[in-house]
């Protein structure tokens, strides 16, 4: 019991804001980068991969060069590593201005074009841009080994629930404007997005979707958790059962939650969060008319390797 728990340690959100703060700004500086590549259904191109140290764009190709960028949040740096070279800028000391600055002149360096834009994008009361962001910063490694550690344990469950889905579903990865992580179901079904939200929220709700993600948390919702949600929002969803004993709507917010203390206190988190994705998508069969025949059977590779398909469909059809 208390092996598991430490595997799944305790997150608190006032320890957690200020490297959450910091690392949110400065994963946007490489993020910007993936507005480059063709737009993909929900922003799927934009997701930063969960590495074994960090977080990490998808490689990246600009005219003569191709490169990766790296939050090693285990050793605090940035490694730029390109056919050209690398470079490591570090995180463990100055401003946002001041790793932007850093970063701009590492990527000159090796032939990549600085990112087009240095808005500061999806945090309140932030200063506008990179280099406007003038706050002394102090790195805590040990805050951000949690918050890699708590991305790893989430997505190695949601990637576990995304398995079987047949319908398109972008990579399981960390979105670096709320800094959320995420796995999400399509279907092709347009929807009319609301008008009043920023063109790339709009683009977000272009088809229907189910989204089942972690979140950690902000200062105006500090919970710190699995969330998910159905777009659009269908009715229904008050009083269902959501797989793990703890999980609630909260009608406000227009999401499921599943606290991360009621998450760990469970016999199998891991498991817990592939049964928390299962009853979000059961309610938007259920109450949103999506298809029960898109999800296939969940079963390991190696089984799948020395089964015939036909026996697959007939043990879990």
Request: charged share 20%; proline share 9%.
């Amino acid at each position: 019991m208390s092996e598991r728990l430490n595997a799944w340690p305790t997150l608190d959100y006032e320890d957690l804001a200020p490297t959450v703060d910091y690392v949110n700004r400065v994963v946007q500086v490489a993020g910007k980068y993936t507005l480059d590549e063709p737009f993909e259904v929900g922003w799927g191109n934009i997701v930063l991969d969960v590495t074994p140290r960090g977080l990490s764009t998808p490689t990246l190709r600009q005219r003569g060069v191709t490169f990766t960028v790296h939050y090693n949040l285990l050793d605090g740096g940035v490694v730029i590593e390109a056919d050209s070279g690398s470079r490591t800028v570090p995180l463990s000391q100055g401003s946002v201005a001041t790793f932007y600055a850093s970063f701009c002149d590492a990527v000159d360096e090796l032939g990549i074009h600085r990112p087009r834009s240095s808005l500061i994008c999806e945090i309140p009361d932030s200063p506008p841009r990179f280099e406007d962001d003038n706050v002394e910063r102090t790195w805590d490694g040990h805050a951000a080994r949690l918050i890699w550690t708590a991305f790893n344990l989430a997505a190695d469950g949601l990637e576990a629930w995304q398995a079987p889905f047949l319908g398109h579903h972008p990579r399981v990865g960390v979105m670096w404007g709320g800094f959320d992580l995420s796995a999400t179901r399509y279907r092709a079904q347009p929807t009319v997005p609301p008008p009043h939200q920023p063109p790339f929220m709009q683009n977000a709700q272009l088809d229907a979707y189910v989204s089942v993600g972690f979140s950690l948390g902000d200062a105006e919702s500090p919970n710190v958790g699995m969330y998910a949600y159905i777009w659009p929002q269908p009715d229904g969803l008050g009083g269902r059962s959501w797989g793990v004993e703890g999980a609630a709507w909260h009608p406000d917010a227009g999401l499921v939650r599943l606290p991360w203390a009621t998450l760990r206190a469970t016999a199998d988190p891991h498991q817990a969060i592939v049964a928390f994705g299962d009853a979000v998508y059961d309610a938007a069969v259920e109450t949103a008319g999506w298809p029960s025949d898109l999800v296939g059977p969940r079963v390991e590779g190696w089984y799948m390797s020395r089964t015939p398909p036909a026996l697959v469909q007939h043990q879990h059809g």
